[in-house]
């Protein structure tokens, strides 16, 4: 059972690590920062292993890799940072659990996948459960439907949306064998972080006058090592051993995660919408995969 909620716990983490950042660096920053020491460590294992084939195949295909990391990675970070900084974690993590209802309303809408009338409720329940979390008020008042909370939390939902749509295209090269996973994410990274380190130096330089206590290196080593490369690492490998369905039923352990640990480590509030629509959310959840999970239960007594 551990095994199953490890990931996510590291995953957990990394946004913890990413929230305390924020609170003096700017997201582009951090971005840059983040995901270019990674990209490089993970490509450099991927060219260790395949040199010159590596190479080539990037080489063939950079124009689209550089369009798949901006949708696959470089917006969806930009933009969760953003509400890292101006909102709760894990406000922001609850979001990010709309990602299977997402997936099923692009399925639906690009390749015109049937969706039963359980799983239409279910994806009600889960954006009726981010809609109770937007719109209650937390204890310290400070939430605004259309103020810079509610910016914040729409940049959330952004950055699912977009996130979604670019690992739909990654998904693609992955089925086509050019790339394998590590490759992808190592390459993703990678372009992301220079598209951050780039975009900063031309729109907010000083914004690298940035905090180096230790304190605050501490927590960049940690979201570069246990949040992008141990935690995706560890969430490809669940993918390969599990069902999606049975991921994304796992993956509700990361809010809690990151609503606890906010808690114990931030100093972020414990508030009652949270606990409301993570119940909501997560029945959609059970709601939606209900067949699924059936069939999955019939198959392990078989």
Known sequence: ????????????????????????????????????????????????????????????????????????TFFPAILKAYALKHTLSSRVALIGSLDPFLTALYSYILW?????????????????????????????????????????????????CIS?????KVQQQLKSSTFNVKEING??????????????????????VVALDWKTLAALGYTIVGGNIIGYSLYSQLLKKHSATFVSLAGFSMPIFVYLLGWLLLGESLYPSFIIAGLI????????????????LKTKHI
């Open 1 to 72: 059972m551990i095994d199953y909620v490890i990931p996510f716990f590291f995953l957990a983490t990394g946004v913890i690590a990413n929230k305390f950042i924020l609170g003096t660096w700017s997201p582009l920053v951090l971005v840059g920062v983040r995901m270019l020491p990674a990209g490089i460590c993970l490509l450099a294992v991927a060219f260790y292993k395949q040199r010159a084939g590596l190479w080539q195949r990037i080489r063939q295909q950079w124009p689209y890799l550089l369009l798949l990391a901006s949708f696959a």
């Open 112 to 160: 015109h996948e049937r969706l039963n009338n359980k799983k239409w409720l279910g994806i009600l329940l889960g954006f009726i459960g981010t809609l109770v979390l937007v719109i209650i008020r937390t204890k310290n008042g400070a939430q605004e439907l259309f103020g810079l909370t509610g910016l914040a939390e729409l940049a959330a939902f952004g950055s699912v």
């Open 164 to 168: 979604r749509y670019g690992w739909i």
């Open 187 to 208: 390459l993703c990274m990678f372009f992301s972080g220079i598209y951050g380190v780039i975009l900063a130096l031309i729109f907010c330089p000083s914004a690298f």
């Open 281 to 296: 959310t997560f029945a959609g959840l059970l709601i939606f995969y209900q067949e699924e999970i059936k069939e999955a």
